[in-house]
């Protein structure tokens, strides 16, 4: 049943892809969609692209390692959504519409000299190849391993396997089919995150039995709501997980879809789709750790718990759904990051020149470096994930906030601000963490923000 629930689902996202591939005709169809998208798929694509596997196995495993105090990761990504729905999507909708943009980086680069764009453009598409490559080959490795999972091939064949599905549906249907898909995939997550948190729930004995559970293992640090030696660090603990959330207006894979929006007037109900799917996705994640943390405190790999206790909970046909969740979570982020990192190389990189034959040659040739990479190097690209979704944040995020709220930045300054966003991230990235790599990921952003609002110019 488990082999079945699987198939199925690969076999609809290809069917997804050569529905799209109708609707596709030239490039603002394969990068945007015609930009005829609706507040629904916007809303679900935005959300299923931003939340790769780590939304349901790294949430919930670090619930079950952290204990209480994993509930500060639900305000803090909370807030990105927050940020993203309520200032960035209203504003950027219709800008990017005005000035034609196909993708962030050009919509960062407009209203400048002809020389500064190209410098702006080259290097926003540098920056997004660099922390793409990596990011996609490890959602690579990842939906190898669920497809390993259920059916009995080797790991390198899975990798193949699952690449190769992804590749097809987004070399099809361009944003169309990434966009229709990760609605579809963004609905079996939400699925996952009602149906399994519930079940553990109804397990352990519910939110009592949970808490009891908790303080019969005997470890004081599960209880605490910051586990810090003092308010200090604590405080810095907790600022370092808001800055995941301060990271949101950055990601070019999240932000295309305010771009893609038909109608300005759509952003207030895709508004509260998001909003209501990230508050049931992330509170379900935090439930199922702590739940599973009473039910399991053995377990060797707490990112496995959802899939463990999905196994152990749920009839075969709702686990084989949830597998497919995790499997929806990876590709649902692959294929938004495939997609722009194509776009980086065939329309920012050559600002536009390119033919729709040229993205679909450059989504596959990256994608063959991804599979490459997952299949060699699979530890260090794991581990760089969340510094790719960093990078992006602080070099995108701080002068697309000033650009949106005050109309212009001088062309140094948009230059300096993602630069120094980039570069001092990845420099950061190699010294010792503090709580919540606070330093890594508030910095850059910072300094980044106070050089693009230096350099400001009002219309």
Wanted: with cysteine; hydrophobic share 60%; net charge neutral.
């Amino acid at each position: 049943m488990l082999i079945a629930t699987m198939l199925a689902y690969l076999i609809a996202l290809l069917a997804i892809g050569a529905w799209a591939q109708k609707r596709t005709h030239d490039t603002a169809d394969f990068h945007l969609a015609g930009r005829k998208m609706g507040p629904w798929v916007a809303a679900l694509s935005a959300s299923a692209s931003s939340s790769s596997a780590w939304t349901l196995l790294g949430m919930s495993g670090a619930a079950y390692a952290w204990g209480l105090s994993a509930i500060w990761l639900v305000p803090a990504i909370l807030l990105g959504f927050v940020i993203n729905w309520v200032f960035i999507a209203p504003r950027l909708q219709p800008a990017s519409h005005a000035n034609g943009a196909l993708t962030l980086v050009e919509f960062l680069a407009s209203d400048t000299d002809p020389k500064t764009e190209r410098r702006l453009r080259a290097l926003g598409a540098l920056i997004i190849l660099f922390c793409f490559t990596f990011y996609v080959a490890s959602q690579f490795q990842a939906a190898g391993t669920a497809i390993g999972a259920a059916l009995p091939i080797s790991s390198a064949l899975a990798i193949a396997i699952g690449a190769a599905i992804v590749i097809a549906y987004v070399f099809l249907g361009g944003f169309w089919a990434a966009s229709v898909t990760d609605s579809l995939q963004g609905l079996m997550m939400l699925l996952v995150a009602l149906v399994l948190p519930v079940a553990a729930l109804v397990a352990v004995g519910g939110f009592s039995g949970m808490m009891e559970g908790l303080r019969a293992l005997d470890d004081p640090a599960l209880l605490r709501w910051a586990d810090q030696p003092n308010l200090p660090l604590a405080v810095l603990f907790v600022a370092g997980l808001f800055g995941i959330g301060l990271g949101y207006p950055g990601q070019p894979h999240v932000v295309n879809r305010f771009m893609a929006l038909e109608k300005a007037e759509s952003v207030r109900v895709a508004r509260m789709v998001a909003l209501t799917w990230a508050a049931l996705i992330y509170t379900g994640m935090v439930l199922l750790g702590w739940a599973g943390r009473a039910l399991m405190p053995e377990l060797a790999d707490g990112e496995s718990l959802l899939l463990v206790l999905a196994a152990e909970l749920l009839p075969a046909v709702i686990g084989g759904l949830v597998a497919g969740g995790v499997l929806a979570a990876i590709m649902s982020t692959a294929d938004s990051q495939l997609l722009v990192a194509g776009s980086a190389v065939s329309h920012d990189l050559k600002r536009g020149r390119l033919s729709l034959t040229a993205d679909r040659i450059v989504i596959i040739l990256l994608g063959i470096a991804a599979v490459i990479l997952a299949l060699f190097f699979p530890a260090t690209i794991f581990d760089r994930v969340l510094f790719a979704w960093q990078g992006l944040g602080n070099a995108f995020g701080p002068l697309l906030i000033i650009l949106l709220f005050y109309g212009g930045v001088q062309p140094g300054h948009r230059l300096a601000a993602m630069l120094t966003g980039f570069t001092l991230t990845v420099a950061l990235s190699f010294t010792p963490n503090a709580p919540g790599d606070a330093i890594e990921r508030l910095v850059p952003l910072i300094l980044s923000l106070l050089i693009a609002w230096a350099g400001r110019v009002r219309r």
